[in-house]
């Protein structure tokens, strides 16, 4: 595979306030209908505005991190909440984590099955608890006791999920299953966001069900602070996406930083190094929606695409899916 298939230059904007991704893949025009692009976009437009009145609400960066998640994790389009991908189980498992840069708090889920709003969840871990990672059965309990939404195991499970895990075990029993040469897209599709408020603070937050057919129990990198998510005030705000077990072993997330605060680099290059070398060097792919301090975004991937949009400081929205949209 290569390492950057599509990837011609990385994503580097100014003024930008708030920044998603819904997943990075192998998005490929050829397999996408209109319809569909059509309805991604939307869907990505609709979790950007969301962001974008919760800041200018007075909301601060981790209310709009929160804001705009949200609608994600509703919409079945998005590897997160309701569409999330579901484990060889047939069920899901939810990873959220959730970080403010102004304190350094954070709170994280993993392996959840019921609340609607994992990234809910997970803020409440971190403001109601003196905890920062809860799992499995003892998220569920978390969640009753903060007497949070939550919803039966059915809501959660799409038709398209179901199909991809019965076309995902076929080829396994056929013998022909070649997991690596599949389209990425069909494993990946977490969603995440970046966001700067008016006082400078930065807030990260992701959400996702992991990798389609995930063995029982695993945890990839969303929940985890410092691989999937990272936010500091004096660098940046990380949320990334791609096959996670990479992401944790280069804890991605918290290298930008470190590379940011130790090793003086611009954001620029921090990401590219992490994402672009650094990743693939390892066999992994992925990418990471990475917002500076001072407003700087970069959107770095290797992978053909990846669902991504960001809201500049004057509230101009935009929206991209291929690699090969970049300007
Ligand atoms: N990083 C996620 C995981 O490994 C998957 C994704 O980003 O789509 O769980």
């Known amino acids: 595979m290569h390492a950057r298939d599509g990837a011609v230059e990385m994503e580097v904007i100014p003024d930008v306030v708030l920044a998603i991704h819904g997943g990075a893949g192998t998005i490929v025009r050829e397999n996408m209908s209109e319809e569909m692009d059509a309805h991604y976009r939307a869907a990505l437009t609709e979790a950007l505005e969301a962001g974008y009145s919760a800041l200018m609400g007075g909301g601060d960066a981790l209310d709009a991190v929160e804001a705009a998640i949200r609608p994600m994790e509703d919409s079945p389009l998005f590897n997160s909440g309701r569409g999330a991908v579901l484990n060889d189980e047939g069920e899901v498992e939810l990873d959220a984590s959730i970080m403010g840069g102004a304190s350094g708090e954070a709170g994280a889920i993993a392996g959840a099955r019921t609340p609607r709003h994992p990234i809910t969840l997970a803020r409440r871990v971190m403001t109601q608890s003196p905890h920062v990672l809860f799992a499995a059965e003892g998220a569920d309990r978390f969640a009753e006791n903060q007497e949070i939404e939550t919803m039966e195991a059915s809501w959660f499970v799409t038709p398209r999920r179901a199909k991809q895990l019965e076309?995902?075990?076929?080829?396994?029993?056929?013998?022909?299953?070649?997991?690596?040469?599949?389209?990425?897209?069909?494993?990946?599709?977490?969603?995440?966001?970046?966001?700067?408020?008016?006082?400078?603070?930065?807030?990260?937050?992701?959400?996702?069900?992991?990798?389609?057919?995930?063995?029982?129990?695993?945890?990839?990198?969303?929940p985890l602070i410092g691989a999937g998510t990272w936010a500091a005030d004096a660098t940046c705000a990380v949320s990334c996406t791609g096959h996670g077990e990479f992401f944790i072993r280069l804890a991605i997330a918290h290298q930008l930083h470190a590379r940011m605060l130790h090793g003086r680099q611009p954001l620029p290059l921090a990401a590219r190094e992490a994402v672009l070398e650094d990743l693939p060097a390892l066999g992994g792919s992925g990418g990471c929606v990475a917002l500076g301090a001072d407003g700087v975004l970069v959107a770095p991937f290797t992978t053909a695409g990846m669902y991504r949009g960001w809201v500049t400081r004057d509230g101009e929205i935009t929206v991209r899916i291929h690699g090969d949209e970049r300007r």
């Open 167 to 222: 076309r995902m075990q076929a080829r396994d029993r056929e013998g022909t299953a070649d997991l690596a040469g599949q389209p990425v897209d069909e494993k990946f599709g977490t969603v995440g966001c970046v966001a700067l408020d008016a006082d400078g603070h930065l807030a990260a937050g992701t959400s996702t069900g992991g990798m389609a057919r995930k063995a029982f129990g695993r945890v990839g990198d969303s």
